[in-house]
């Protein structure tokens, strides 16, 4: 006896709810931040609400389509899925059209669509699938190895398009390994590098590395010298001194220019209002002159009179602390909290490993995307391009961010089903 | 449980994330109120409505200054796009090289700003103006904005009107920052002392704008505005007519003339010669044209008839009269004889040939010089006072009531006392108690120290025709159509003379036109009284001086005529006095025509003239 259909009821409400309120809402922050009081018809197809809308409707549609396909096709065709985001972003080398500097996008029509997005669910699948196969053991180096390969295969290829705020996301995935069995200290020593790495960028990489010396003498002048403890520290500090060192040099003869003043700004070691700068200094303005309450919908001057770049995208909070002030900020974080949470404990109570580790793909991807595109419009992150999930305009990113979530709804709605076919 | 407690961990971290950007939220939207104020500098500009300047008219409502538009080019660098350089060039009338400069001056200007219109043209000619109407929308980022200035309808009567300029920074400081960079402010003349008047208020409106500047809309559907004050209407003293005939007749001559409506204090014209054309102070040239005129040797720009002392010459017999006969030294048949001169001790003062001894009436109408000398030695050298020192700070005083040596009070910019020797200043030459009427005799015919101005001599003029009393000289004669804006301009100063010492003078006086020193002046039907001055100076030929005034019953107008080294006062001076006399009473001036055309030809600036050492002083603005 075999239920292809799932039951309504096993559907997750709460987070359907959430994805309703959030694309609403969304879409209502684009309306204002490319508000017009002479155009003020949300159905325009010239503008970005209307074309967000389109994709609303397009993505409420796919969203429909999946949770009426049988969820065993996404484990089944998990690399295929992931092979063809792979070819799309291989295509983009071929048939790319430059936007803004990046080559990711695909024009088709008069739309264009950015593989990149598409590639992080293809890579949670692929990732879920391999994870979730027989003899899978993570303690396994190989199988770590493989692991990293599958996220860092669609990372490179994403760099080299010059997305680096795309490619970053896929640094989310380590935090699924980590939940499936990581150990804790590599993402430790991971954060400590990335502090280093800053360090490095801050200071001159000469007195960092003395400074790790004088550390490492004192340490080992505190504690009892073992031959091998000796080894082990002298050999950290060469391998923190190499790592500062070519830091420091990817800063200077890799990195490009803009890529270069967007750190210094975020550094504090540069004040360019006019570029990297400007963008957080107009967004710091909008959210900050929003006050407790805000200036009430439509009345954010800042926003709506253009002050703040990339307003419907990548900065599309700004319209959020603007107009709502403090409390709508508050609201934001705690819904989207709520919504992590709740998709947490989704993917927790899966009995399938597969659901579970696409499930917290999902949680991680929205986690870092909030951590970021937040981060950079309150000054705290680097200006990195990406969006906020189901918030900004674009409709690659709105597909994308729907297939992904409503996957893993259709994947856990089948949970009730899967313990019936036990009984 | 591992996995729990790495479950547990993740969401630590979210949890720790969104607190740190809550915190963050907090101290941007509740504590630091910065950006709100940031916010608005964004959007809310400022934008300054001018009022009209207000108008002037001359006292027969003749209009004098309007304002005209003038087109200033302002360029948004940002809103810039595919500008056809050379037909832009073209237009504007540059070169393509200094199209360049012009650009990198104005980024290196103070407030530049990519998304901000800043000056690239100051005032374009009409000319212009239209062509680049026209091509505006080639030429995007460019915009013309109108403004106005003043236009003056004659030529004439520069000096009084003053002209505008723009505020100095100094000013900007002084206006508490009602005035901002740029604007417009009386520099000179009426223009000047009633900046207040004409300059009306501005007006402020506040515009949201967005980050390319344009503007939105109105911020809080203008609340905050304030409505634009025009300046007020303006009517001078002046009568244009007038006005323009004397500076014809004083053309190509150096000097001044004040002409008087005794019994108001208005000024009903008044000349410094050389002038200028109040439309150089228009428009983009304006700087360069001051610079021209404050370089010409015959300085143009300074206002001789209320800045320029002169030494009054013979026309000051007539105070003496008054004066001796206030002092009980003098009765009109006080008579004394005249040998050629005045002759006392070693000293000698020459005078002409004439009938001799004469009374007081006769003594004025011929202008002898001894019998003055005597007048003057009788006054200073009065028994009555213990000391010399006293009589002739009495005569100091007396002077002092005609407005001599002291400012008058005139509603214009740049007014000089004039010089009246005190007691004290004699002290200082001759030691106190060394000197006496003989010693400063030449003060009794007008020469010696004496520096009267113009506006002086024609006040005192006005004094003499109102038989002892003056109202303050002034050139406003009604705000708005409210006459006799201020109080101060109806108050009757009576001098220390008595009215009864009056009739004896100005039958002198009018003998003088009838038949004696000034009779080229005389119009047959109108009673001229009138005085003529033959100043001798240190910087060339004597002044030629007169003043006058007419009828000589119920006097209608007062006249003082100065032109500088050119001689006899009967030469120049009296007949351009007479000639404008006719042309007030009368509306015209065409019974003798050949004394126009004389005066409209006499050119006397064709060798350079060593001013009077006081009109070298350039006149400060």
Redesign the interface.
């Known amino acids: 006896m075999t239920q292809q259909q799932p039951k309504p009821a096993s559907i997750d409400w709460l987070v359907l709810t959430l994805y309703c309120v959030f694309v609403i809402a969304g879409l209502l922050c684009i309306y204002a931040s490319v508000y017009s009081e002479t155009n003020p018809d949300i159905y325009d197809m010239d503008k970005n609400y209307g074309k967000q809308l389109l994709w609303i409707v397009v993505s409420a549609f796919l969203g429909l389509l999946i949770l009426l396909v049988d969820e065993k096709l996404f484990y089944a065709f998990a690399y295929g899925f992931y092979g063809i985001t792979i070819l799309m972003l291989l295509a983009t080398f071929a048939i790319g059209a430059e936007i803004k500097g990046s080559s990711s996008w695909i024009r088709i029509g008069s739309f264009q669509i950015q593989p990149a997005e598409f590639a992080k669910f293809g890579t949670a699948l692929a990732l879920a699938k391999y994870l979730s196969g027989y003899n899978i053991d993570f303690k396994n180096w190989k199988v770590k190895a493989i692991s990293m390969a599958i996220i860092a295969l669609p990372m490179a290829i994403i760099l080299l398009q010059n997305e680096t705020g795309s490619a970053l996301v896929f640094a989310s995935f380590s935090l699924v390994l980590y939940r499936e069995g990581l150990p804790g200290w590599l993402l430790v020593v991971g954060v400590l590098l990335a502090v280093l790495g800053v360090m490095a960028l801050l200071i001159k990489p000469l007195y960092i590395i003395i400074g790790l010396a004088v550390i490492a003498i004192a340490f080992l002048a505190m504690v009892r010298r073992t031959q091998l403890l000796v080894f082990l520290t002298i050999g950290m500090v060469i391998f923190a001194s190499a790592y500062v060192s070519s830091i420091d040099y990817v800063f200077e003869n890799v990195m490009q220019a803009h890529q270069r003043t967007r750190i210094n700004v975020l550094l504090g070691k540069e004040v360019d209002l006019k570029g990297a700068g400007y963008n957080v200094q107009q967004s710091l303005i909008a959210i900050g002159s929003g006050g407790p309450i805000g200036k009430g919908f439509l009345e954010g001057t800042q926003n709506k009179f253009r002050f703040v770049p990339e307003q419907s995208t990548d900065f599309i909070f700004c319209t959020i602390g603007e107009e709502f002030g403090f409390l709508g900020s508050l609201l934001f974080i705690s819904l989207y909290m709520l919504f992590l949470w709740r998709l947490m404990v989704m993917a927790e109570r899966q009995r399938n490993k597969f659901n579970r580790i696409y499930g917290y793909s999902l949680v991680s991807i929205l986690f870092f995307h909030f951590l970021i595109n937040i981060g950079m419009t309150l000054g705290l992150m680097p200006v990195i391009g990406i969006p906020l999930p189901f918030f900004s305009y674009g409709g690659s990113a709105l597909l994308s961010f729907t297939i992904l979530l409503f996957i893993f709804i259709r994947l856990d709605a089948n949970r009730v089903n899967e313990l019936k076919s036990f009984d | 449980m591992e996995?729990q407690i790495?479950?547990k961990?993740?969401?630590g971290v979210?949890?720790f994330?969104?607190f740190?950007?809550?915190i963050?939220?907090?101290t941007?939207?509740?504590f630091?109120e910065?950006?709100?104020r940031?916010?608005?500098n964004?959007?809310l500009q400022e934008q300054t409505i001018y009022p009209a300047r207000g108008l002037l008219m001359d006292r027969n409502n003749d209009l004098l200054v309007y304002n005209d538009n003038i087109y200033d080019l302002f360029v948004t660098p940002e809103q810039v796009k595919n500008l056809d350089t050379n037909a832009f060039c073209e237009v504007i009338g540059i070169t393509k090289q200094e199209f360049i400069d012009r650009f990198e001056k104005i980024k290196r200007q103070k407030g530049y700003a990519?998304y901000r219109p800043s000056v690239f043209e100051k005032q374009l000619t009409m000319a212009t103006y239209a062509r680049f109407q026209e091509m505006l929308f080639d030429f995007q980022g460019f915009d013309v904005v109108v403004r106005t200035d003043r236009k003056y309808k004659y030529k004439n009567a520069a000096h009084i009107m003053g002209y505008i300029g723009e505020v100095t920074e100094k000013m900007i400081e002084n206006s508490n920052g009602y005035y901002r960079m740029g604007d417009f402010i009386g520099i000179s003349g009426v223009e000047r002392t009633y900046e207040k008047e004409l300059g009306g208020v501005k007006g402020v409106r506040y515009v949201?704008?967005?980050?390319?500047s344009r503007a939105?809309?109105r911020y809080k559907d203008g609340e905050f505005d304030t409505v634009a004050v025009a300046g007020k209407k303006i009517n001078l003293t002046i009568d244009q007519k007038l006005q323009e005939l004397g500076e014809q007749l004083m053309q190509n001559k150096i000097g001044s003339v004040v002409a008087i409506e005794p019994s108001t204090g208005e000024i009903l014209s008044m000349i410094s010669s050389p002038t200028y054309d109040p439309n150089l102070f228009v428009g983009r040239d304006r700087g360069n044209h001051y610079m021209e005129l404050l370089r010409d040797p015959s300085k143009p720009l300074f206002n001789r008839p209320i800045a320029a002392p002169y030494p009054p010459g013979s026309i000051f017999k007539v105070i003496m009269s008054l004066i001796g006969q206030q002092e009980q030294v003098l009765y009109p048949n006080t008579a004394y004889g005249c040998y050629g001169g005045f002759n006392s001790g070693g000293l000698h003062v020459g005078c002409h040939a004439h009938g001799s001894p004469l009374p007081l009436q006769g003594a004025i109408a011929v202008s002898c010089n001894a019998y003055f000398c005597h007048v003057y030695r009788t006054v200073v050298n009065n028994p009555k006072y213990r000391r010399v020192e006293d009589a002739y700070n009495k005569l100091y005083d007396h002077l002092a009531s005609f407005g001599m040596g002291r400012k008058l009070g005139v509603d214009l910019y740049g007014e000089g006392t004039g010089f009246v020797p005190k007691a004290t200043y004699y002290d200082k030459i001759y030691g106190r108690n060394h000197w006496q009427a003989l010693t400063t005799i030449s003060l009794g015919i007008g020469q010696g120290e004496l520096g009267i101005t113009p506006l002086q001599m024609a006040n005192a003029t006005a004094l003499v025709a109102n038989r002892g009393y003056y109202i303050t000289p002034h050139i406003v004669k009604s705000i708005e159509g409210k006459k006799n804006p201020n109080p101060e301009y109806n108050v009757k100063h009576w001098c220390t003379v008595d009215t009864s010492y009056f009739p004896v003078v100005i039958n002198g006086m009018e003998d003088v036109v009838n038949h004696g020193t000034a009779y080229i002046a005389k119009i047959p039907g109108i009673a001229i009284c009138g005085k003529t001055g033959t100043a001798q100076n240190p910087h060339g030929k004597d002044h030629s001086i007169f003043f006058a005034f007419a009828p000589k019953d119920n006097p209608k107008i007062a006249i003082a005529v100065v032109v500088e080294n050119s001689g006899f006062g009967a030469t120049w001076a009296a007949p351009i006095a007479s000639l404008m006399i006719e042309q007030y009473l009368t509306k015209k001036h065409d019974t003798r025509p050949y004394l126009v055309e004389r005066m409209m030809k006499g050119n006397l600036t064709h060798k350079p003239i060593l001013n009077d050492s006081t009109a070298t002083k350039t006149s400060k603005h």
């Open positions: 996995s790495k479950q961990i993740l969401l979210f949890i994330i969104a740190v950007y809550v963050r939220l907090l941007l939207q509740i630091d910065s950006y709100i940031s916010a608005q964004n959007v990519i949201l704008v967005d980050s390319k939105q809309g």
